[in-house]
C-alpha cells in the first residue's frame, strides 16, 4: 500500500482539504493497493477504483495519524499529517538580508530616538499601521566589510523593540551576504556558533520578545547537518523556493530530494516528520516581480489547488539608492502585495500562530 493523497507530512487546511466543523475537519484519504483488498483507513472501509482507495474521515488533533490497514493480509501503512485549523487564508512578510538598517541606526544614534527615524524600519511601521501586517526580518551579523556588525548596536532602543515584538520580529539569517550558499558545505558547528553570535546580540538589544522558532536561511540549501542545526537553535520552521534550474539542479531546497522538493513546490507548508522540521514556500519574491504586475503574479498563485498561506518575501538592499540593483519603487511594490492579500480575504498572522500547537506557540 502506498498513500497517494495527503503524504506523510502533508499540512491540511480547514475549507480547502475538507470540511471543518465543531468535531473536526472531514477529509479524504487516498491510497494505491491491489485491486480487489479490503482496505480500511482509520477504521473506515474504503471504496475501490482501480487500485485506488478512498475513504472519508475525521481528524480532529494538529498532528494525526493514518493508518491503513489490509484486512486480509494484515499489512499496515500509517503517516502523520497536519491540521493547521488557524492557517485558511493568512499571509505573513519576510523580509532577508537585514543588515544595513541596523547600521544606519549605529551610526544615527545620537540624532535617532526611535529606531522608526531609520526610513527602512519607518517603511514598514507604516504598513502595519495601515494594515496589521507581521513582518519578519532575517539578519546577518554583520555587514560585506565588516566595518559594522550586531555587536555595535546600542541597547538604548531596547523597549521599543520590545513593545514592537508582537508585530516586528529579527532572527538568524547568516553570518554575513557573501560567500552566498554559506551553509551548503558548512559544519553542525558554524552554524550552531554563528546563530548563537546573532540571537546574543539581538537578545542583548532588543530582547526575546523579537524572537521567533520560525526564520528564513541564507540561500536556504543547506545540507542535513546544517539544517539539523538551525532546528536545534530552536527553528522549528524554514522557508525554501523549491525549484530547480534548468539543468534540474535544485535551488533554495535543502538537503530534500527531487520528489520531496517537487511536492514542496505544489505545498504551503510540508513536515519531514523524520527531522522534526516544517518547510514553508515562499510565494512571492516581491523586489523580483514589476509593480505592475504584482497582481496578475499573485491572482495565479490564488489559482493553485492547496493555496492557503501567503509567503511574501523582499530583500532589504533594493530599498537603497546606492545598491546596483535599487528599486525606486520598493515601498509601493509592498504595499500592493500586501493590498492585494487584503483584498482577497487574506488575515495578517504570524507562523508561529498557525504553524504550531498552542503548546508550542511563541510570542
Request: charged share 25%; glycine share 6%; aromatic share 16%.
Amino acid at each position: 500500500m502506498k498513500f497517494l493523497k495527503p503524504i506523510d507530512g502533508d499540512v491540511l487546511f480547514s475549507v480547502a482539504d475538507g470540511v471543518a466543523d465543531e468535531n473536526g475537519l472531514t477529509t479524504k484519504i487516498t491510497v494505491s493497493a491491489p485491486a480487489g483488498r479490503q482496505i480500511c483507513i482509520n477504521g473506515v472501509q474504503a471504496q475501490e477504483d482501480n487500485g485506488v482507495y478512498t475513504a472519508e474521515i475525521l481528524i480532529d488533533g494538529y498532528r494525526n495519524a493514518i493508518e491503513a490497514v489490509d484486512a486480509a493480509s494484515g499489512e499496515m501503512e500509517t503517516i502523520y499529517i497536519y491540521w493547521f485549523r488557524n492557517g485558511y487564508k493568512t499571509y505573513r512578510l519576510g523580509v532577508d538580508d537585514v543588515i544595513w538598517c541596523l547600521e544606519n541606526i549605529y551610526k544615527h544614534q545620537d540624532e535617532y530616538t526611535s529606531i522608526f527615524d531609520d526610513p527602512f524600519l519607518k517603511l514598514y511601521k507604516d504598513l502595519h499601521d495601515q494594515y496589521g501586517t507581521y513582518v519578519h526580518m532575517h539578519v546577518y551579523y554583520e555587514n560585506a566589510d565588516g566595518s559594522f556588525n550586531l555587536s555595535m548596536f546600542p541597547d538604548k532602543y531596547k523597549a521599543e523593540f520590545q513593545a514592537n515584538g508582537e508585530w516586528l520580529k529579527f532572527t538568524f539569517h547568516s553570518k554575513r551576504d557573501n560567500p552566498g550558499s554559506p551553509y551548503k558545505y558548512s559544519t553542525y558547528e558554524q552554524v550552531m556558533r554563528e546563530g548563537k553570535e546573532v540571537e546574543r546580540e539581538l537578545r542583548r538589544f532588543a530582547g526575546p520578545e523579537v524572537f521567533s522558532n520560525v526564520t528564513s536561511q541564507h540561500f536556504a540549501d543547506s545540507n542535513l547537518q546544517a539544517t539539523r542545526a538551525f532546528r536545534n537553535l530552536g527553528f522549528h520552521c524554514i522557508d525554501g523556493y523549491f525549484v530547480f534550474t534548468p539543468k534540474g539542479v535544485p535551488i533554495a531546497s535543502y538537503y530534500l530530494n527531487k520528489e520531496q522538493i517537487e511536492h514542496c513546490a505544489a505545498r504551503d507548508f510540508w513536515v519531514d516528520n523524520k527531522e522534526d522540521i516544517i518547510f514553508v514556500k515562499d510565494d512571492i519574491i516581491i523586489n523580483d516581480v514589476e509593480l505592475k504586475d504584482i497582481d496578475a503574479y499573485m491572482d495565479n498563485i490564488l489559482a493553485q489547488e492547496h493555496h492557503c498561506f501567503q509567503y511574501l518575501l523582499i530583500h532589504e538592499q533594493y530599498f537603497y539608492e546606492h545598491y546596483v540593483r535599487y528599486e525606486p519603487d520598493y515601498r509601493e511594490r509592498i504595499f500592493a502585495c500586501v493590498d492585494w492579500c487584503h483584498r482577497n480575504g487574506y488575515r495578517p498572522a504570524t507562523i508561529s500562530s498557525i504553524a504550531f500547537e498552542p503548546r508550542l506557540q511563541e510570542t
